[in-house]
């Protein structure tokens, strides 16, 4: 139409229809360098397989579908009977199901299945963060579970199922199944040992009645929940299924969901326990001692979930970035803008390489390396305190880079800022996991020493990092009156760890730009402070998607 304003030009085009696994040259690599050779061609097909569908415009568009359209609660049916349902938009149950088929709920003694399952929960958590809790609350569950074989023997091969089967009926009718969890309540949160749901036992051997209350309660619409209650013998834990081996529906009072900043497509509930039938899991008065392997697992999905936000946020801005022209060149050439984009790639692949390491120190653990086990016991919540809060300033500096967009809902940007906080605050706070290693350098000095030698396995290799490691170990030596400090124990041990894995693993240009500014001092408290002289161009290529078609 002649007279038309409305020409769009120099707007970069969507960031879909491409591989997110090959796309992510250090997770790709990662993924690599952890697996058995053999395991690498089935691997890396079934990955890029997974990453074709992550960056699908169809599986996008579900995304933005579940966040836009969260739970609804109904309480009870139209003649006044108590229903308890959660009902969710298709779009939930399509992603749920695709995670579930993609073998999310399902790494636990497969070769190489904690790699494997890793390298998908970082890319499935860039679609859509909030289906990824009842993902993670199912694999996380199989520890827990394993402290009754009998238990184990039950519902493991129904959590490792790759059908999703969203129908309330009797678990051992369906052919998949999925698990929530149900540990915190409104005068306690973290410290569950000041949790007063009751557990009276009942005839049977092993099975319990439950009155109480809880005040989170992840994915109510799960087949079985671990929960914590007091039983004669101390806090234990249980196992509370949904419906009840007869059909009928076991006393799960939903009284409200609630209403939370980010994670909008995800349930998260107020439960109340009248009389629900539950099963004891291991001894009573063991309750901490047998959810530990499934808070274990759980604080790495955290750690993962948000390698995947950084991942997500900093491809979005690198591409945004290169298509972009202001002041007569493009975003991505302009120097000032090259060092931003480089320093938050230096933190999305330092998040990455960590969080894979773990995982494969998982696959070692259950193969019976005490060592990988040990270091473990150190590294994840130093990893959980540190990556998870590291996402939130990356969210909000790579929407910065796509200017009054990056503040659109449209952008998608808004959504990654939203979710970014709460993988700090799911299974502990920052506070619960920086004593949670003061605890383990206290009294398990076999940690310290795995956490030591691999860290030790870098040193000659960049000055900096061998003087930060000096530095740690002066620290360590002096452990009095550390809970005032113990924050800044944790960021030093994650930062050490951090580079010392990028000294031996990253290109030189990455591990160059991230031991000069989080190792050396050269850089600064905002994004966008690395040395001039640093190779950016090359940092902030690697991180760069493939070109839209």
């Known amino acids: 139409m002649a007279g038309s304003t409305h020409t769009v030009t120099n707007q970069a085009p969507p960031l879909v229809g491409y591989d997110v696994f090959t796309a992510d040259r250090a997770l790709t690599a990662a993924v690599e360098r952890h697996l058995a050779p053999e395991l690498h061609q089935e691997a890396l097909e079934e990955l890029s397989g997974l990453g074709r569908s992550c960056g699908s415009v169809q599986t996008q568009e579900w995304g933005a579908q579940a966040n836009e359209n969260p739970p609804v609660l109904r309480t009870h049916d139209r003649y006044g009977h108590r229903v308890d349902e959660v009902g969710f938009h298709p779009a939930w149950h399509r992603l749920l199901g695709k995670g579930v088929s993609a073998g999310l709920t399902a790494a636990w003694s497969r070769p190489g299945g904690h790699v494997r399952r890793a390298a998908a929960f970082l890319m499935w958590t860039q679609v859509e963060a909030g289906n990824c809790c009842p993902l993670s609350m199912t694999h996380a569950a199989v520890p827990a579970l394993r402290a009754d074989p009998g238990l184990a023997a039950e519902w493991e091969p129904r959590l490792a199922s790759r059908v999703y089967d969203r129908e309330l009926r009797p678990a051992h009718l369906k052919a998949g199944a999925l698990f929530g969890m149900g540990m915190t309540e ?33 994915a109510p619409m799960s087949d079985g929940f671990l929960v914590l209650a007091q039983a004669p013998g101390g806090l234990t834990c249980f196992l509370v299924p949904r419906v009840l081996a007869d059909g009928t529906r076991n006393v799960f009072l939903i009284q409200r969901l609630k209403d939370k900043l980010g994670n909008r497509s995800n349930a ?45 946020a900093v491809a979005q801005a690198v591409h945004h970035c290169a298509y972009r022209e202001a002041f007569g060149a493009k975003l991505v050439d302009q120097p000032l803008m090259r060092n931003v984009l480089a320093d938050l790639a230096i933190e999305s692949e330092a998040a990455t390489t960590l969080a894979v390491r773990l995982a494969a120190a998982y696959d070692a653990a259950e193969g019976g390396d005490e060592r990988e086990r040990a270091l473990l016991r150190i590294v994840v919540p130093v990893a959980k305190y540190w990556v998870t809060k590291r996402c939130a300033p990356v969210a909000v500096e790579a929407a910065e880079c796509l200017g009054g967009n990056g503040y659109v809902e449209e952008s998608g940007m808004p959504r990654l800022v939203r979710e970014s906080p709460l993988n700090s605050i799911w299974e502990g706070a920052g506070n619960v996991q920086a004593l949670d290693i003061l605890r383990a350098l206290g009294r398990e000095p076999l940690a310290l020493d795995a956490y030591l030698t691999e860290v030790g396995l870098a040193r000659g290799a960049d000055h900096r990092l061998d003087a930060a490691i000096r530095g740690l170990l002066t620290e360590l030596a002096d ?9 800044r124990l944790a960021e030093r041990l994650a930062l050490v760890l951090q580079g010392a894995l990028l000294v031996r693993y990253a290109p030189p240009e990455v591990a160059d730009a991230f031991c000069a500014a989080r190792l050396g001092g050269d850089g600064g408290a905002a994004f966008g402070t690395l040395p001039p002289t640093l190779d950016l161009a090359s940092v902030v290529e690697r991180a760069r998607p493939p070109a839209a078609a």
């Open 268 to 312: 998260s509930a107020e439960v109340e326990f009248a009389g629900t039938w539950a099963r004891r899991v291991g001894e009573e008065g063991s309750g901490v001692r047998t959810v530990i392997g499934m808070v274990s697992a759980t604080r790495l999905d955290c750690v993962l979930g948000s390698a995947g936000l950084m991942r997500q």
């Open 186 to 218: 409104k005068q306690g949160g973290s410290d569950v040992r000041a949790n007063t749901t009751s557990a009276r036992p009942l005839a049977e051997d092993g099975t319990y009645e439950l009155t109480g209350h809880k005040w989170f309660c992840s």
């Open 479 to 487: 452990l009095g009156a550390a809970e005032g400090r113990a924050r």
